[in-house]
């Protein structure tokens, strides 16, 4: 279970293709994995490992050193409160005890709905808009305790489906390069030439 | 025309010099639609109407000077690759993750097709064969965007084969990131591309325009850096060099944020705006809020020393503000007022880099640790003065000799010079110690107030909304 679907393979391949290593894939296609079940599962480690030509143990040792992928479930909501300088001095720390008390978590844990799970989080190149927050990667801004009780209850009644996908599936657009527009990767050791353009005349 | 638009978060025009912002005016700005209409892509044509080399020339006598951090010039850089050693790779560094740090996001997200545009000129003049363009994982809007432009661009045939039908040919790969900081040092960048952790190599020998991806040779620029090139091409170096000043010409995005009236996203003039019209002028920041007094603040991203009222008649100019005793490093400012907890704003920034250390060199892995248990007990009102000085013991080990400070001319110290020397591999170990040595220096009184009244006040917040 949890080996890549039939699609998600085929993507998988589309995307190593891209690189003059298949290794390089290896973060696109833990994103890929924790997209499909929500989480990292060790089939899947061991499905990319056997796709880029690595031990699934090696997998395991790029993947666990990113704070964004899981290796067991989390709530359906990843919600992240930025607590670095700028949000603190915005008052981060009452929003995260705030947070804790609205959702009855500590920080760190999930609901027992399966609904949220509630992370403390570094500095989210938002700061001029503090104190602020992600969920599944998604801002919110300027983040008061009524708007937080209002987004909360905004995602547990499915308001916000639309804007926000469920834990695991980040860019919901990708990157596809048509067969006919794209130069293509090659190992670097086949290329020995300077590009064709450095020729000392004008491309155009 | 000024104002905040509600479409980029943040950002705050105002009647100045536009080189990098200048679509965000329009809600549809990241479309290549809108970006055709304001001259996209014309850059990327007039490029190509030249010899590569000739366009590298003009980069150079530009001195377009790189934005991520440590401000050396974008086409002197360029020229650090070897001769004759080919693929080379240009990675393009969208981590952004400096706290405090608020730019390239808003550029990847509000002008993508400018993004693309400079890769694909910084390709054609450094004879660079695949890009790269790596975006911090956490920003999925930002993914999106740069996915939808790139494979518009694609179709339209702006990237890819043939390029306008020339005979220059690039990827542009999006790549992207999966949480960790650290992963914005450019070898650490490289290594996370490659598959693997994304720790640190050592320099020499891993300069990555020498031995970069896959070893081969390899230009890392940042974002911003990147996004001044459209606008070079189209006005030339000199139209350039005509704004800021000799040493950093051009302009800037600055990210201000803390305690001042309007928080926000500026682009200013690189060597003439000062941070005190940045913090006080009314088409900036408008002062402090509530009328309060201004105490501290970071000039130039969670890594740099901090400055306090004596030094806000320094403008953006790299030599002065390290002169001074800091660096300007991202382009983020974090101001605190009166009101703040110094001790525990600090703590807020060494958390983070402790937090963020990959636990390759001792120093960082141990002393940053170190550094934030300290400095807890202490902020949380059971530290003892041994405390103190242990704090800078540990400092010492992480950066030996006097660390960089701002003068002051009310406790009569003078300023120790930028840079710092260092036990560590990357920067992230002395950035753990940077704040907590700026605040000892310039706020020791209330680090020992939290000792001396040890236990009779209540723990305080950082700060507060308002
Ligand atoms: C710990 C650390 C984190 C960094 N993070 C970033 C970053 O998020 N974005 C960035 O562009 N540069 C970052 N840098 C600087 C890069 O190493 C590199 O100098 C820069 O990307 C080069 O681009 P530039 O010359 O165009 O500025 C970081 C450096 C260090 C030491
Ligand atoms: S200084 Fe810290 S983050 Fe940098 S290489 Fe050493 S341990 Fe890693
Ligand atoms: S400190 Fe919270 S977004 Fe930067």
Redesign the interface.
């Given at each position: 279970m949890s080996r890549f679907t039939e699609d998600n393979a085929r993507l998988a391949k589309e995307i190593i293709g891209?690189?003059?290593?298949p290794?390089?894939?290896?973060?696109?296609l833990?994103?890929l994995a924790q997209q499909q079940s929500g989480y990292v599962t060790n089939d899947a480690m061991v499905h990319i490992g056997e796709l880029?030509g690595?031990t699934s143990a090696e997998v395991y040792?790029?993947?666990s050193?990113?704070?964004?992928?899981k290796f067991e479930p989390v709530g359906k909501y990843l919600v992240?409160i930025c607590?670095?300088?700028?949000c603190?001095?915005?008052?981060s720390?009452?929003l995260m005890h705030h947070a804790e008390h609205k959702l009855g978590v500590k920080v760190g844990g999930t609901t027992s709905d399966g609904m949220f799970t509630l992370e403390h989080?570094?500095?989210?190149?938002?700061?001029?808009?503090?104190?602020c927050l992600?969920v599944?990667?998604?801002?919110r801004?300027r983040v008061?305790p009524e708007s937080f009780d209002s987004l909360i209850d905004d995602l547990s009644a499915g308001r916000l489906t639309a804007e926000i996908p469920d834990h695991g599936t980040?860019?919901?657009?990708?990157?596809?390069?048509?067969a006919?527009?794209?130069?293509?990767?090659v190992p670097?050791e086949s290329?020995?030439?300077?590009?064709?353009?450095?020729n000392?005349?004008?491309?155009? | 025309m000024s104002g905040t638009y509600a479409h980029a978060p943040g950002f705050i025009a105002g009647d100045r010099p536009k080189i990098v912002t200048s679509r965000f005016e329009y809600e549809d700005s990241y479309t290549l639609r809108r970006f055709l209409a304001t001259d996209g892509y014309q850059g990327l044509r007039a490029a190509l109407g030249r010899a590569a080399n000739e366009v590298h020339d003009e980069v150079k006598s530009a001195t377009v000077l790189g934005r991520g951090g440590a401000g050396f010039p974008a086409g002197t850089k360029w020229g650090l690759t070897p001769q004759g050693v080919y693929p080379r790779y240009l990675v393009v560094n969208g981590d952004e993750s400096e706290p405090g740090t608020y730019k390239d996001r808003l550029l990847m997200e509000r002008d993508p097709h400018q993004l693309i545009e400079g890769c694909l000129i910084a390709c054609y003049a450094a004879g660079l064969s695949q890009c790269f363009l790596y975006i911090r994982g956490e920003m999925a809007l930002a993914q999106e965007r740069v996915a939808a432009a790139l494979n518009d661009a694609y179709a339209a045939g702006y990237v890819g084969k043939n390029i306008l039908g020339s005979n220059f040919s690039v990827d542009i790969v999006l790549h992207w990131g999966a949480g960790a900081y650290v992963v914005g040092e450019e070898t650490a960048l490289i290594e996370s591309l490659e598959g693997n952790r994304g720790m640190p190599r050592l320099k020499p020998p891993y300069f990555p325009a020498a031995i970069g991806l896959y070893g081969q040779p390899t230009i890392v620029n940042n974002v911003e850096t990147l996004a001044n090139l459209p606008w070079l091409m189209l006005n030339g170096a000199e139209a350039y060099t005509a704004i800021g000043t000799k040493t950093s010409p051009g302009t800037r995005m600055v990210a201000v944020s803390g305690h001042v009236k309007r928080p926000g996203v500026y682009e200013i003039i690189n060597g003439i705006t000062t941070f005190r019209d940045l913090l006080y002028k009314e088409e900036f920041c408008g002062g402090i809020r509530n009328g309060n007094q201004l105490k501290a603040f970071v000039p130039g991203g969670g890594s740099a020393p901090w400055f306090t009222e004596d030094q806000l008649d320094i403008p953006f100019e790299g030599p002065q503000a390290g002169a001074a005793g800091s660096m300007l490093g991202s382009g983020a400012v974090m101001v605190m007022d009166e009101t703040t907890d110094i001790p525990a704003a600090a703590l807020t920034l060494t958390r983070f880099y402790a937090h963020e250390s990959c636990g390759k060199c001792t120093p960082c892995r141990e002393g940053g640790t170190w550094l934030e248990r300290i400095l807890s007990r202490v902020v949380d009102g059971k530290g003892t003065m041994a405390d103190l000085d242990q704090l800078i013991e540990v400092g010492t080990s992480i950066c030996p000799g006097d660390f960089p400070h701002a003068s002051n001319a009310k406790l009569g110290i003078s300023a120790v010079p930028f840079p710092y020397k260092m036990n560590t591999i990357c920067f992230v170990g002395p950035s753990a110690y940077a704040p907590v040595n700026s605040a000892l220096v310039l706020f020791r009184e209330e680090f020992e107030a939290k000792i001396v009244k040890r236990n009779t006040i209540p723990v305080t917040a950082v700060g507060a909304a308002s």
């Open positions: 891209r690189y003059p290593r290794r390089s894939a290896m973060i696109p833990l994103h880029v690595a040792g790029t993947a050193f990113y704070e964004m992928f992240n607590g670095t300088m700028s603190a001095l915005m008052g720390e009452e989080a570094e500095c989210q190149a938002a700061c001029t808009e503090a104190p992600q599944n990667y998604r801002y801004f008061t980040v860019a919901k657009v990708l990157q596809h390069i048509p006919d527009r794209g130069v293509g990767a670097p290329v020995t030439e300077a590009p064709e353009w450095l000392g005349k004008a491309a155009l | -």
